[in-house]
């Protein structure tokens, strides 16, 4: 599902972009992605954009995030130690936040890979038409094992 939703980041501006439903999967296929993967990828992307129109505007910018027992065991501490560090840079206001964990709790499999958190951090950026900048999208995008430290 994960590089179905890369392909759609890396060719599709906005979600607005896309095609329909029916239209997007016949590409999708056609470039040769099962159909399982695009099935499960088109149902995540119509929970978030349910996601979308339920949290964007409805928290205050000040707000804390007080994680279950239940949200902990299936995020790990790695992710909730990358969204946290997203808050604190700033970059995830608490609407934006709550999206990410709405669709990473949608994911299936504890723990969530942090790399796929990435992802569905990336495409909440996308989903709401925002760019991340460049710094966060080198986090988002480099494998820390590549990185040059200067």
Same mark, same amino acid.
């Given at each position: ?11 599709? &501006? %906005?979600?607005?972009? =896309? ?6 999967? %016949?590409?999708? /296929? ?13 149902? &995540? ?8 129109? =339920? ?7 000040? /707000?804390?995030? +007080? ?11 790695? =992710?909730?130690?990358?969204? /946290?560090?997203?808050? /604190? ?10 999206? +990410?964990?709405? %669709? ?7 723990? +969530?890979?942090?790399? @796929? !958190?990435?992802?569905?951090? !990336?495409? +909440?950026? &996308? ?5 991340? @900048? ?12 590549? %990185?040059?430290?200067?």
């Amino acid at each position: 599902m994960f590089d179905v939703l890369v392909y759609l980041y890396e060719n599709y &501006w %906005r979600p607005d972009a =896309c095609p329909e439903n029916a239209q997007l999967a %016949r590409k999708l /296929s056609a470039v040769g992605f099962e159909s399982d993967e695009i099935e499960e990828a088109l149902t &995540w992307l119509d929970g978030l954009a349910s996601a979308a129109q =339920c949290y964007v505007g409805q928290q205050t910018t000040h /707000s804390l995030r +007080v994680y279950s027992a239940a949200e902990h065991d299936h995020l790990g501490e790695d =992710c909730i130690g990358f969204v /946290s560090f997203l808050e /604190s840079a700033g970059v995830l206001a608490p609407p934006m936040r709550e999206m +990410v964990l709405d %669709r990473a709790t949608a994911i299936a499999g504890s723990p +969530v890979d942090l790399e @796929d !958190l990435k992802i569905i951090v !990336l495409m +909440v950026f &996308w989903s709401l038409g925002e760019e991340p @900048d460049a710094l966060i999208l080198d986090e988002l995008f480099v494998d820390e094992a590549d %990185r040059l430290i200067h």
